[in-house]
C-alpha cells in the first residue's frame, strides 16, 4: 500500500509560479518513475511531466520551459516548479508514482490539487 500526499496548489496571477509536491509512504521495494498530470475542467487528465529513477526527465509541449520537474530519492519526494503560469494551466494537477514490490508493479495516485491561475 502506498500513499501519496500532494501539497502546493494554490491561486496564482498569470505570469506568477507555484511549486507542487508530492511525497510517498508505505510498502515499496523501488520507484520505476515519478509524473505529473492535470485535468482542467470537461478536459481529460493529461499528461504534464515525469522523471525517471535515473533523472531523465520528460514534458508535454505546453509547459516545456516554464515547468521542471525533480525528485528527491532519499525523501520519496517529486516537486513541480511551475513559472511563467497561464491561465489555461488552470487544472487539477495529480502526481502519478509507479512502485515496485518482490511480487508487483503498482501505478499509484494522488489526491490531486487545485492549480487556478487568473487572468
Known amino acids: 500500500q502506498v500513499q501519496l500526499v500532494e501539497s502546493g496548489g494554490g491561486l496564482v496571477q498569470a505570469g506568477g509560479s507555484l511549486k507542487l509536491s508530492c511525497a510517498a509512504s508505505?510498502?515499496?521495494?523501488?520507484?520505476?518513475?515519478m509524473r505529473w498530470y492535470r485535468q482542467a475542467p470537461g478536459k481529460q487528465r493529461e499528461f504534464v511531466a515525469a522523471?525517471?529513477?535515473?533523472?531523465?526527465?520528460n514534458y508535454t509541449d505546453s509547459v516545456k520551459g516554464r515547468f521542471t520537474i525533480s525528485g528527491d530519492n532519499a525523501k520519496n519526494t517529486v516537486y513541480l516548479q511551475m513559472n511563467s503560469l497561464k491561465p489555461e494551466d488552470t487544472a487539477v494537477y495529480y502526481c502519478f508514482f509507479q512502485t515496485t514490490t518482490v511480487w508487483r508493479t503498482y501505478n499509484n495516485w494522488g489526491q490531486g490539487t487545485q492549480v487556478t491561475v487568473s487572468s
Open positions: 522523471i525517471t529513477s535515473g533523472g531523465t526527465t
Open positions: 508505505g510498502s515499496f521495494s523501488r520507484i520505476n518513475a
